[in-house]
């Protein structure tokens, strides 16, 4: 039985980042995972280090909307009634959230996060020699309805004034920064200090490399359970065990199904994401530009054109929604023009908590097995500085910003 002084459950982008973190620190690592470093969820999100992204899907607009959610297509945030009804608990916890006041908190919450999330990436990319991967050309997210415009006003306001830097445009500029738009379009907004990553499941790949030329170790082995036993934790797999200091759950939406480590008793759900991929189409966009009545995202990548995002609250073993690929496609076409027919379609499993705020520190009741899970849609802005943070609470180190927010033994309604 191997003896560490740091396991890492989940090699997806938290995971790779949270150990590539700790054997920079010179300490003896095991990251553990039967799964590529970074095949999972980290390979299909919308590529973007979106620090400006502090509002949550909890708004305010989901309560009035709800029947919509419920029952509509033709929308970028949708609902399974099933779901919700075999979820309760969740989801009544999740509409709480949408309330004002608890919105406007977790956006807070998030910009103070998001605000130190390139100073936890910046430098594993360095490590990583990952440069040629990142692009900095900033996001732009465009209205094409007044309505719709208007209506983004009051989160434009908020993002503001939590300190997030964006410049308006006017449609002509819009039109002139990317002129493979074919929306008419009502208002712009540009995000200068957001990057973009050419290919993300290669950013992780680097940062795992960087991670094994640290001294670091990987198994690829399914964790079954893990046991805090004196000043050890015991992490049982599927064909092993090994022990450690302490451990981090980092396995994403399957965190809650290992036994023992405290993620099985909290409310961990599910956005689940999709995405269209359409090689040699990356020309059609110069930077990630979401629709903000669309709901997703188009991004330029390495391997061809993205169309990213929508959320659907579902469970993780029901099956792709085929009406979610169907709307990016139809909505895609709608914002560029005609599309061939896309090469492969994804379906990921955002891990989210009904606040939609990562669960980051200790696991209740333990000083040995650490949480760093639930980042929903921003798991590629925040695996950096997740890493970061939960190195240092392994150290035995406060970080140096308030995270009291991300307690996993928090109420969350």
């Known amino acids: 039985m191997s003896d560490y002084d740091l396991a890492v459950i989940g090699a997806g982008v938290v995971g790779v980042s949270t150990a590539l973190w ?10 553990i995972d039967p799964a590529a470093p970074g095949s999972g ?5 919308a590529c973007t280090i979106a620090t400006y992204a502090c509002l949550p899907v909890n708004d305010p607009s989901v309560l009035s909307g709800l029947p919509g959610l419920l029952l509509g297509s033709n929308t970028p945030l ?10 309760p608990l969740w989801m009544l916890r999740f509409l ?28 594993l990319i360095e490590a990583a020699g990952a440069g040629d991967l990142v692009v900095a050309r900033g996001q732009i997210s465009v209205w094409s309805t ?12 908020r993002r503001r004034d939590l300190g997030v830097n964006w410049q308006e445009m006017t449609p002509e500029q819009a039109q002139e920064a990317e002129p493979g738009l074919r929306l008419s379009i009502a208002r712009a907004v540009h ?17 795992h490399a960087a991670f094994l030329a640290q001294g670091g170790a990987h198994l690829s082995q399914r964790v079954l359970s893990v046991a805090q036993q004196g000043e050890r934790v015991v992490i049982s797999t599927d064909a092993d065990a090994v022990t450690a200091r302490r451990a981090v759950v980092a396995a994403g939406a399957f965190s809650g199904r290992i036994t023992g480590s405290g993620a099985e008793n909290l409310p961990l759900g599910t956005e689940r994401g999709y995405h269209l991929m359409f090689p040699g189409e990356a020309a059609r966009v110069t930077r990630p530009v979401g629709w903000g009545e669309g709901g997703f995202y188009a991004v330029p990548m390495a391997r ?19 009406g979610r690929l169907a709307y990016l496609k139809r909505r895609g076409q709608e914002m560029l023009g005609p599309l061939p027919d896309p090469d492969s379609s994804w379906l990921g499993f955002r891990p989210t908590l009904p606040d939609s705020l990562p669960a980051i520190g200790f696991a209740p009741g333990s000083d040995r097995i650490l949480h760093a899970f639930g980042h929903q849609h921003l798991g590629l802005t925040l695996g950096g500085i997740t890493g970061r943070i939960i190195t240092d609470l392994a150290e035995g180190r406060q970080p140096n910003q308030d995270i009291a ?9």
């Open 78 to 87: 949708s609902v399974s009634w099933g779901h919700a009804l075999r979820h």
């Open 41 to 45: 969820t980290s390979s299909g999100n």
């Open 405 to 413: 927010a991300f307690d996993p033994g928090r109420a969350f309604s």
């Open 304 to 322: 061809g054109l993205r169309l990213a995002g929508t959320v659907e609250i579902a469970g993780l073993d029901a099956p792709a929604n085929a």
């Open 96 to 123: 709480a959230n949408c309330r004002a006041k608890p919105s406007s908190r977790i956006a807070a919450a998030l910009a103070g996060v998001l605000a130190h999330a390139d100073a936890g990436l910046n430098p």
């Open 146 to 157: 007044r309505a719709g415009g208007q209506g983004a006003e009051a989160g434009l306001i």
């Open 22 to 31: 700790a054997a920079m620190r010179g300490h003896r690592v095991v990251l």
């Open 191 to 207: 995000f200068p200090d957001a990057r973009h990553i050419r290919d993300p499941e290669a950013l992780v790949g680097r940062f």
